[in-house]
């Protein structure tokens, strides 16, 4: 079984920054593919980014340029950072991990993400 950990969030005024990490522990697939999802009201949800253990990374093109994906693979943790934050990335940022050996997605308690004018 996996368990994730997320820390960071919060509110921020616009072009501001955040940092967001989210830890994997348990039975953990040295395959991983860990990122984040979001869901604001009214809208559907939406993969921001993800990144594999070997550190592929893949961005929405709403945040590419701005936010940045990293990883520490030893540690099975994955981070966020968000700059030039916007009031359309307000949201709630759920992490996600994902198993290719056992074809499982494991959904952290996710945080809120707020940017105000």
């Known amino acids: 079984q996996v368990e994730l950990t997320e820390t960071g969030g919060g509110t921020v005024q616009v072009g501001g920054s955040l940092k967001l990490s989210c830890a994997a522990s348990?039975?953990?697939?040295?395959?991983?593919?860990m990122g984040w999802y979001r869901q604001a009201p009214g809208k559907s949800r939406e993969e921001v980014a993800h990144?594999?253990?070997?550190?592929?990374?893949r961005y929405l093109p709403a945040v590419k340029g701005r936010f940045t994906i990293t990883r520490d693979a030893v540690k099975d943790t994955i981070f966020l950072q968000m700059n030039g934050l916007k009031p359309e990335d307000t949201a709630f940022y759920i992490c996600?991990?994902?198993?290719?050996?056992?074809?499982?997605?494991?959904y952290g308690q996710g945080t809120q993400i707020t940017v105000s004018q």
């Open positions: 996600i991990y994902y198993s290719p050996k056992i074809a499982t997605d494991i």
């Open positions: 348990g039975w953990v697939d040295e395959y991983w593919i």
């Open positions: 990144i594999t253990a070997d550190g592929i990374e």
